[in-house]
């Protein structure tokens, strides 16, 4: 079947650091990956989304600067959240859709907490 | 804009009971619409998905949806509510036929009474 792993599942850092996470596709190919962030008690808001062969498309009030993503091949993309604060706490969902284009799979998430 | 609201922040109901956690959406045009559940400390899973044309949509464990162009609305309902379905739940609607660009509601947070 078609699954979607992220990694690591929870990461602690000290504010001003930055974190990278992983998401993995097994058994489909992920043509486009989307990132999402949901903030503590908040709902998920979109971040970027990547197609492979084609730009990074950033969301408002997301950057690649703060966000660099790398989606080199169709089964890996990851994303760092650089110099991270406590607003960037929260929990990093990865989305990666088929060659259909027809299906979407979640992981489960990466989650950050930043003391 | 494409945008939905979940005007119920919390909804309880008994084991056993029938459930619907609503959903409206704002969008230009045919909206992909889906359900997705988060259970405790979770990503998301998917429930169901609505594209164009019957607009009674079957999902997993017992929930169902029901489109309304009229009403703008696709609320997700199920027959009989098990303790398991304890969890948060969120609607999405994607932009044009980009499944991967979803933009969802805040969520419902649905508690099971014994």
């Known amino acids: 079947g078609a699954l979607v792993y992220q990694y690591p599942r929870r990461t602690i850092c000290k504010s001003g650091t930055s974190m990278r996470m992983e998401c993995q596709a097994v058994g489909f190919q992920a043509t486009s990956v989307a990132w999402y962030r949901q903030s503590p008690q908040k709902t998920f808001e979109l971040i970027a989304l990547?197609?492979?062969?084609?730009?990074?498309?950033?969301e408002q009030n997301f950057t690649q600067e703060k966000f660099p993503i790398s989606h080199p091949n169709l089964s890996f993309s990851s994303m760092t959240v650089l110099n991270a604060y406590l607003e960037d706490r929260g929990l990093y969902l990865c989305g990666a859709q088929d060659l259909s284009g027809n299906t979407l799979y979640f992981g489960e998430g990466s989650r950050l907490i930043v003391v | 804009a494409q945008s939905v609201t979940q005007p119920d922040a919390r909804v309880t109901v008994s084991e056993g009971a029938s459930l619907q956690l609503r959903c409206k959406y704002s969008?230009?045009?045919?909206?992909?619409l889906f359900w997705y559940v988060q259970y405790p400390r979770q990503g998301l899973q998917l429930l169901l998905k609505?594209?164009?044309?019957?607009?009674v949509v079957q999902g997993v464990n017992g929930f169902e949806a029901e489109f309304s162009k009229s009403n703008s609305s696709f609320h997700l309902r199920k027959a009989s509510v098990h303790w398991s379905d304890w969890a948060v739940y969120f609607c999405?609607?994607?932009?044009?036929?980009?499944?991967?660009?979803?933009?969802f509601g805040s969520g419902t947070k649905l508690t099971v009474e014994p």
């Open positions: 609505y594209y164009p044309g019957d607009p």
């Open positions: 999405a609607v994607s932009r044009m036929s980009n499944y991967n660009v979803l933009y």
């Open positions: 969008y230009f045009g045919t909206p992909y």
């Open positions: 990547s197609t492979v062969n084609s730009a990074i498309k950033y």
